[in-house]
């Protein structure tokens, strides 16, 4: 089945940029959403957005002016990138695959996921 | 964007017995866009229930979803030991798609 493995630095300074990847084993990321998601501690989880495999991308309004994503299909990997970066950034990190043709809507539940990656902010 | 608030905060129950968890959306959700999640320390989080009431591949038939509208629940009946865990709920009625707060489920 679909696995998602997160990988990147655990250890980001402050104003520095956060980078994450997200590689994708047993299905290709051809014809799928792919999403970012962090969870801080002791919190629900927060959507940071998604890229589509053809590289169009949709932003929590949260994170719009900070983020990129982007995506590699010829290595079935996508990526984050967390600019200005400060301790609120500090989280698990996880990524996860939306199907909005499933739902018959634009948007859509997130299966699977990774199992995250804990990032820290701090000098 | 809609705010979704889980209710209790925790949940203490034993073995056997039977589990009710509140999802309250801050307006209507359209179409019941909601998905439930199971999440344990270290792991993956497990998509549980999506469309407010569809069990997803492999998910048993004692957890069952209900709810539309601004209240949504899961309800987990005769709790396994492997229950125990944090479960979240999430919309996906419009962009930026929410989450809930949780609701841990402990012995």
């Known amino acids: 089945q679909v696995q998602l493995q997160e990988s990147g630095p655990g250890l980001v300074k402050p104003s520095e940029t956060l980078s994450l990847t997200c590689t994708v084993s047993g299905g290709s990321v051809r014809s799928y959403y792919w999403t970012w998601i962090r969870q801080s501690a002791g919190k629900g989880p927060e959507w940071i957005g998604r890229i589509y495999s053809s590289g169009n991308t949709n932003y929590n309004p949260s994170f719009r002016s900070r983020v990129t994503m982007s995506i590699d299909t010829s290595k079935n990997q996508f990526s984050l990138k967390l600019t200005s970066v400060t301790a609120a950034d500090t989280a698990v990190y996880f990524c996860?695959?939306?199907?909005?043709?499933?739902?018959?809507?634009?948007?859509?539940?997130?299966?699977?996921w990774g199992q995250g990656t804990l990032v820290t902010v701090s000098s | 964007e809609i705010v979704l608030t889980q209710s209790p905060a925790t949940l203490s129950l034993s073995p056997g017995e039977s589990a009710t968890l509140s999802c309250g959306a801050s307006?209507?959700?359209?179409?019941?866009?909601l998905a439930w999640y199971q999440q344990k320390p270290g792991l993956a989080p497990r998509l549980i229930i999506y469309d407010a009431s569809k069990r997803a591949t492999g998910i048993p038939d004692r957890f069952s979803g209900s709810g539309s509208g601004t209240d949504f629940t899961l309800s987990i009946s005769r709790l396994e030991p492997e229950d125990f865990a944090l479960y979240f709920c999430?919309?996906?009625?419009?962009?930026?798609?929410?989450f809930g707060g949780g609701t841990k489920v402990e012995i």
């Open positions: 999430q919309h996906y009625d419009s962009s930026p798609v929410t």
């Open positions: 996860a695959r939306e199907d909005p043709e499933s739902s018959g809507w634009y948007l859509a539940w997130l299966d699977p």
């Open positions: 307006r209507s959700v359209s179409s019941n866009y």
